[in-house]
């Protein structure tokens, strides 16, 4: 059975860190490129970042370049989302989807994860 899961999201105070990881099973990650999403509450999902099949291409939304960081380890079939700096306005449900090219527009992505939700508040 295919799966993506993602997991690190929580409650965490303006400034702090989290990173998100996008597991998968059922399949290998090794030639997937892979994005990171998100989506608040009456907002349409916006396409945060995404990393090529061998890592070798990354590309962020201008609202997170310098605080967030994508990276993977095809060996433990996994993609990071290192969020630092965090701001009240990165609070969303963050999904992680396997894409057909590395881009921020969803209608390249084919499969995609449940989400885990970011909240930054004092």
């Known amino acids: 059975q295919l799966q993506l899961v993602e997991s690190g999201g929580g409650l965490v105070q303006p400034g702090g860190s989290l990173r998100l990881t996008c597991a998968a099973s059922g399949f290998t990650l090794d030639y997937a490129n892979i994005g990171w999403f998100r989506q608040a509450p009456g907002k349409e999902r916006e396409g945060v970042s995404c990393i090529s099949s061998r890592g070798g291409y990354t590309n962020y939304a201008d609202s997170v370049k310098g605080r967030f960081t994508i990276s993977r380890d095809n060996a433990k079939n996994t993609v990071y989302l290192q969020m630092s700096s965090l701001k009240p306005e990165d609070t969303a449900l963050y999904y992680c989807?396997?894409?057909?090219?590395?881009?921020?527009?969803?209608?390249?992505?084919?499969?995609w994860g449940q989400g885990t939700q970011v909240t930054v508040s004092s």
């Open positions: 989807a396997v894409g057909r090219l590395c881009g921020l527009g969803s209608n390249v992505y084919w499969y």
